[in-house]
């Protein structure tokens, strides 16, 4: 039974304390769905995920990955969302993004102390809502309260963000890449242990630059920044920003002309090898 149809994921409840996650070739930015399928995206995804959670699973860290189901889907654990946060078995309500070059939302934030693309001398974890219609950046203290959680518990999850991002790192520069930043999600089980949950470590949660071109000063996107350039490139992006701040009517997001979907479609294929160091199977 569908029970929930993300931007570029649908969710089946397919019984028995599990779901099935179905990844579509979708694609998203700024909160709008793009009227335009990208080839392979969903397979590519979804074999990306499954790969660090069977990375996870060799270094102990619970997750809720039940097993790969098919190209473009998998099976997980159900976890269910509200309710009494002093139980466990619930999703924490919040997106968690850990940066470690200044990039995104976070240079917009903070221009004035740093140049773009510098590397952050510590990394920068940040909370910022999920069940919103926009996210919204919290504060630790509000994190807690939104989230149902204790001092213990956000260490918890800083700890196993840094753990996991560590690997990603690893990966990413072998492979000729820069692990910018991503976003995590998390859960507590039966017994409120931490649980790392829907997906990350893909070029949609995170974002990766050319190792080499940055070393020459130059910020190639190899994640769905990539999309988001082309958007704000033709001017798309101001028009929605303003639009939002007014409070006036969005403007239809336009489709992505036939040479830009060939691109990006290669360049799922492209990160799902430069990753996991295997070649795509879709």
Same mark, same amino acid.
């Given at each position: ?22 990844? /579509? ?23 990306? !995920? ?42 924490? *309500? ?7 070059? %200044? ?20 990394? %920068?974890?940040?909370? /910022? /809502?999920?069940?919103? +219609? ?24 800083? &700890?196993? %963000? ?24 998390? !859960?507590?089980? &039966? ?37 988001? !350039? ?17 409070? +006036?009517?969005? *403007? *239809?997001?336009?489709?992505? *002309? ?14 799902? +090898? ?9």
């Amino acid at each position: 039974m569908l029970i929930r149809k993300g931007k570029v994921k649908e969710v089946y409840d397919i019984g028995d304390n599990k779901l099935k996650f179905v990844f /579509t070739d979708n694609i998203s930015v700024f909160d709008k769905i793009i009227p335009t399928k990208i080839d392979k995206k969903g397979c590519v995804l979804c074999g990306i !995920a499954s790969y660090w959670f069977e990375r996870c699973n060799e270094k102990g860290i619970k997750n809720h990955f039940v097993e790969r189901s098919g190209k473009n889907s998998m099976i997980v654990k159900k976890f269910r969302i509200g309710g009494n946060k002093k139980e466990g078995n619930y999703l924490i *309500p919040l997106e968690v993004i850990a940066r470690y070059y %200044v990039a995104g939302s976070f240079y917009e934030r903070n221009r004035d102390k740093y140049e773009y693309g510098e590397k952050l001398d510590e990394s %920068v974890i940040e909370f /910022t /809502t999920k069940f919103e +219609k926009y996210d919204r950046l919290l504060n630790e203290k509000e994190a807690m309260e939104i989230g149902g959680l204790e001092k213990n518990d956000v260490e918890k999850i800083k &700890e196993i %963000v840094l753990i996991v991002d560590e690997m990603i790192e690893k990966n990413a520069e072998k492979n000729g890449l820069i692990h910018v930043d991503g976003k995590k999600e998390f !859960a507590f089980d &039966e017994e409120r242990n931490v649980i790392i949950v829907d997906t990350f470590g893909t070029p949609d949660e995170d974002r990766f630059w050319d190792k080499s071109m940055y070393e020459e000063g130059k910020f190639i996107e190899l994640s769905k920044e990539f999309v988001r !350039a082309y958007y704000r490139q033709l001017g798309y992006y101001d028009e929605l920003k303003k639009a939002r701040k007014e409070g +006036k009517k969005e *403007p *239809p997001i336009p489709p992505l *002309p036939e040479e830009m979907i060939k691109k990006v479609s290669n360049l799922y294929l492209d990160m799902y +090898k430069k990753i996991t160091g295997k070649r795509c199977d879709c």
